[in-house]
Structures are given as structure tokens and as C-alpha cells.
């Protein structure tokens, strides 16, 4: 078999193809590359974006398919809330409808033809400054 290199964060995740960070549960979109330099190419580009990245070369095995045979990570991805859909969707909705609300209270003010405050440059001194 043949040993392919993948990139793992501190969080166990690994790098996708599509250059987000995926738990490895499909081997499929993983990025991948037979020769390190690329890698720590990758790894390099990857750390100068994210100075918190903690990403590391990890070397396996290729199955059949070609795909890396990697562990899953236990550590949930970031934004990936196991609770249910509904109350995400639900919460969502009422802060686009506050936010929709803010927009039109602050449009309102923006529209009246009450004449604005008037902030004079004038000093004490009788000069402009």
C-alpha cells in the first residue's frame, strides 16, 4: 500500500480538498498528497492565514480506493450543533426579523425633516480651528 500524507489540526481535523476542516469520517474529500513538500507547503500557506493553526503532516496508509486511512476526530467541528434543526431555523428567523426592524426604525430617523444638530467649528476665541 501506499503512504499518502494528509494535514491534521490540533483539533484531530483534517484538511478537505475544498480547504475546510472536515473529522474525517469521509475519507473521500480529504486532501491528500504523496510528497510531503507539498504538504508542508500547505501547511505553511494555511499557518501565515491563521496564526492559531496548530497543523501538523500525517503520514497513512492508502486503502483500495486510494483514499488515507485515517482515525475520525472525536472533537466536534466548529458550527456543527447536534441539537435540532428546527430551533436553529427558528432562531435564525427572529434575528433576520430584529434585524429587519433595526434597518427600518434607523431608515425612519434617517428620512425626517427635522433639521439636524449643527456642530459650530467657532472656538471661544473667534477663530475656526
Not at 484531530?12 to 510531503?36: C, F, I, M, P, T
Not at 500525517?58 to 476526530?73: F, H, K, T
Request: charge should be negative.
Amino acid at each position: 500500500m501506499d503512504t499518502l500524507y494528509v494535514i491534521q489540526n490540533q483539533n484531530g481535523h483534517y484538511l478537505s480538498k475544498q480547504k475546510e476542516w472536515v473529522d474525517g469520517s469521509d475519507r473521500r474529500v480529504l486532501y491528500r498528497s504523496a510528497h510531503k513538500d507539498e504538504v508542508i507547503n500547505q501547511i505553511f500557506e494555511l499557518s501565515s492565514k491563521d496564526i492559531g493553526l496548530r497543523a501538523t503532516r500525517l503520514d497513512c496508509e492508502a486503502d483500495e480506493q486510494g483514499n488515507p486511512i485515517v482515525r475520525v476526530s472525536d472533537i466536534p467541528l466548529p458550527g456543527v450543533d447536534d441539537t435540532d434543526s428546527d430551533s436553529d431555523e427558528q432562531t435564525a428567523d427572529a434575528s433576520e426579523a430584529a434585524a429587519e426592524s433595526d434597518t427600518a426604525k434607523n431608515d425612519a430617523e434617517l428620512e425626517t425633516d427635522a433639521p439636524q444638530p449643527h456642530l459650530s467649528t467657532e472656538s471661544s476665541d473667534g477663530f475656526n480651528h
